[in-house]
């Protein structure tokens, strides 16, 4: 019943009963503030009842304070709910600028990768490129020369003479005497060459020709004049030297020449019967001790051990001598030989004819020369060697192209 008249109140009444309703909680705020009075005793069921009953009215203000709080929750979850999303959002928004971050410098990453692999692409193709063309500039060259020597080479079977050959031949002896010549210093042997080289080129009797061969007998007389040194017979000599060292036979102890003793006779006056008495004692030990003086140093005779080192420095000095022959060392040969004479002198007896003979020839061959001044070049040589180029220079043609026909 009270339900029901609640409802149908006007809007004064409501406004009077919030008034009465604000008085009524300050009122029961007031009571709860102020000290609890000592219980009472309960009252009678009737009249609880009809104390009840006028506080039914009390209800709506509690229904409006629970709307009210209702509302604050609802506006604090909306407000919440607001800032969990704009949260969300915001760190959404953030992974995404991360990510896109990321996703730039990956893709400058892989420009740059591919910029570098273009890069090296490129000179990777460009070596390629330059190796082409260098082993093709190569094939070219050589296929270049090939070709110039089939030219010369048919030029030479299609228009040499037969006498040409005499002409090769030539220049193949003039060459094998500058060999002979330079490296094994053998003028007898280059000479010889020279003059075969010569006798080929008179046979092709031609008069452009003459150049050469005056070049050749200039040649010619030049190692003619070149003083010619028997090297192999004075190794030969030497080495019979060698061989006869150790039946050399030494000296003897050198020593001095004694002083020359008085002799002393007995007189025949009986005035020197003193004198003749002591000559008579002095004649009669001599025949038992022999007193000799000496005036000088005394060399001794040569142990065999420095026998043998005797005779291995005299080999030795004549080994080093037939060196110098090969060699053409003039001043060490004849050093050489004039230690080896000096030690024979030294050592070796000199009465023995042997000894007389190894100095001797010692003395032979150290006056011996075995330089010789070699001329520095042929000049036939380059002559002929021109000659046969110009004329086979004459005999090529070259190849007949488009741009230039033959």
Do not use: C
């Not at 029901?4 to 008085?23: F, R, V």
């Not at 007189?267 to 038992?288: G, I, R």
């Not at 040969?333 to 030294?346: F, H, P, R, V």
Request: zero cysteines; hydrophobic letters at 35%.
């Amino acid at each position: 019943m009270t339900d029901k008249k609640t409802n149908n109140e006007n809007p004064a009444d409501k406004q009077q009963s919030a008034a009465n309703n604000t008085n009524k909680q300050g009122q029961a705020s007031a009571k709860a503030q102020a000290p609890k009075p000592a219980p009472e005793k309960k009252p009678a069921p009737e009249k609880q009842e009809k104390a009840a009953q006028p506080a039914a009215p009390a209800s709506q203000p509690s229904e409006k304070q629970g709307g009210s709080k209702t509302g604050a929750i609802a506006i604090a979850l909306v407000i919440a709910l607001g800032a969990g999303l704009y949260y969300h959002g915001h760190q959404q928004t953030l992974a995404q600028n991360n990510q896109m971050t990321a996703l730039k410098q990956e893709i400058s990453q892989l420009q740059s990768q591919l910029q570098s692999s273009l890069k090296t692409s490129q000179q990777e193709t460009l070596s390629q490129v330059n190796s082409s063309l260098q082993r093709t500039e190569t094939s070219i060259e050589q296929q270049d020369k090939s070709i110039t020597g089939l030219q010369m080479a048919l030029a030479e079977m299609k228009g040499r003479r037969p006498n040409d050959w005499l002409l090769a031949e030539a220049d193949y002896l003039v060459k094998m005497a500058g060999r002979k010549l330079w490296l094994e210093h053998d003028t007898v042997s280059a000479t010889i060459l020279l003059e075969s080289a010569d006798h080929r080129i008179a046979e092709l009797n031609d008069p452009s020709l003459t150049p050469i061969r005056q070049a050749m007998h200039t040649d010619i007389t030049a190692l003619k004049g070149v003083a010619r040194v028997d090297r192999d017979g004075l190794v030969l000599r030497l080495t019979s030297l060698q061989e006869e060292i150790g039946k050399l036979p030494l000296a003897n102890a050198i020593l001095p020449e004694a002083e020359a003793v008085e002799s002393t006779e007995v007189s025949a006056s009986v005035d020197d019967w003193k004198q003749n008495l002591k000559t008579s004692l002095k004649n009669f030990s001599d025949h038992f001790i022999t007193y000799r003086q000496r005036d000088g140093s005394v060399i001794p005779l040569l142990t065999p051990k420095q026998d043998f080192y005797l005779q291995e420095n005299i080999k030795s000095k004549l080994e080093t001598a037939i060196k110098s022959v090969y060699r053409e060392q003039g001043e060490l040969y004849t050093t050489s030989l004039a230690m080896a004479k000096d030690w024979a002198e030294q050592f070796y007896n000199m009465e023995d004819p042997a000894v007389q003979s190894f100095i001797s020839t010692l003395e032979a061959l150290g006056q011996e020369n075995i330089e010789a001044d070699y001329p520095s070049k042929l000049q036939s040589q380059a002559l002929i060697t021109d000659t046969i180029s110009e004329r086979l220079r004459q005999q090529v043609k070259p190849l007949s192209t488009e741009e230039n026909p033959a």
